[in-house]
């Protein structure tokens, strides 16, 4: 790991789509994966290994955390241990935009489940 502060500039990190909508991957070298995201048509999913936090940008919508359904707004922290099914669902007038930090990151502990 490297173990120099850095100054990451985020306009030229390219838009991708996800299994939660559209992403932008500030980081993704270290301890932890921090995500940008524009949430459009999420998937239901869980993690085996990863916790993921939450932290409400913009907008106001739900997040389905195994089984509950929570309302969220901006501002808002939600904490997700592995093993919870989970899923951002946005307000069908609004958008929400969610930096996500995911520890470790989630690469290849992505388990999609049926809606």
Same mark, same amino acid.
């Given at each position: 790991?490297?173990?120099?502060?850095?100054?990451?500039?985020t306009?030229?990190?390219?838009?991708?789509?996800?299994?939660?909508?559209?992403?932008r991957?500030?980081?993704?070298?270290?301890?932890?994966r921090?995500?940008d995201?524009?949430?459009q048509?999420?998937?239901?999913?869980?993690h085996?290994?990863t916790?993921?936090y939450?932290?409400?940008?913009?907008?106001?919508?739900q997040v389905?955390?195994?089984g509950?359904?929570?309302d969220?707004?901006?501002?808002?922290?939600?904490?997700?241990?592995? %093993?919870?099914?989970h899923?951002?669902?946005?307000?069908k007038?609004?958008m929400?935009?969610i930096?996500?930090?995911?520890?470790p990151?989630?690469? %290849?502990?992505?388990?999609?489940?049926?809606?």
């Amino acid at each position: 790991m490297d173990n120099q502060a850095k100054h990451i500039s985020t306009e030229n990190i390219a838009i991708e789509h996800g299994h939660c909508g559209l992403i932008r991957k500030l980081n993704m070298n270290g301890p932890a994966r921090i995500i940008d995201l524009k949430v459009q048509d999420a998937e239901r999913h869980y993690h085996k290994k990863t916790t993921e936090y939450y932290y409400i940008l913009e907008g106001t919508g739900q997040v389905y955390l195994d089984g509950q359904l929570s309302d969220v707004q901006s501002g808002d922290l939600i904490t997700i241990p592995p %093993g919870v099914v989970h899923q951002a669902i946005c307000d069908k007038n609004d958008m929400l935009k969610i930096l996500v930090i995911e520890v470790p990151p989630a690469i %290849g502990d992505v388990h999609r489940v049926d809606n």
